[in-house]
């Protein structure tokens, strides 16, 4: 098995949603043990945001790109080849203002490309980026699940079943920031999660 381990807190120490991912990670091990993993902390390494320049080299031919534009469309191929190859992604995400990190949806723009993670079809779009098992460990610090706060949910279980990737399992660790007993609840809470999530 082939794990990909995306960490998209701003916090590389100390952060709530790697704690949960890493949990997730040590499951998947335990239970694979020959399992290799890659990890991608996008705040170590944060990926650029989709902008003009980036979009020109994107819809500019191969052979025709300049080689800065070569350069900028390899980060994004760095990272296709990276899910493209995994068995089970894990994703550490925490709520920052309602939304995911920009970290994050920079990472999803980057893994989002036409022809090669999804296409369209007569019947329309397809995504490409199948047969793989996701994992996403949000760390909140209100309670926002099952409610119309959460913005998070919709919108991942959107973009991931657009690229093909519909067997998703969420973990929760909330009220996190509501005292250390509500803290201790929620990785309680969590561990549960991650134990139906394996089942």
Do not use: C
Not at 135 to 163: E, H, M, N, S, W
Request: net charge negative; charged share 20%; no cysteine.
């Amino acid at each position: 098995m082939n794990i990909l381990q995306i960490n998209s807190s701003a916090r590389s120490d100390a952060s709530n949603s790697t704690r949960v991912a890493n949990s997730i990670v040590e499951r998947l091990r335990a239970s694979h043990p020959g399992a290799a993993v890659v990890v991608r902390s996008l705040a170590q390494n944060p990926h650029p945001v989709l902008d003009e320049a980036a979009l020109g080299a994107l819809f500019t031919p191969a052979d025709k790109r300049t080689p800065e534009q070569t350069a900028r469309v390899a980060l994004d191929d760095v990272l296709i080849a990276e899910i493209q190859a995994a068995d089970a992604v894990v994703i550490g995400v925490p709520m920052y203002n309602f939304g995911v990190p920009v970290q994050l949806k920079n990472w999803i723009d980057a893994i989002t490309r036409v022809k090669v993670t999804f296409r369209y079809t007569a019947n329309g779009p397809e995504g490409l980026l199948k047969d793989k098992k996701v994992y996403v460990a949000f760390a909140r610090g209100g309670r926002y699940r099952d409610t119309p706060a959460d913005t998070q949910v919709p919108y991942l279980k959107t973009i991931f079943g657009f690229l093909g990737m519909t067997d998703v399992h969420f973990v929760f660790a909330e009220g996190l920031a509501m005292g250390a007993d509500a803290a201790e609840q929620a990785f309680a809470e969590a561990e549960r999660d991650i134990e139906a999530a394996l089942a």
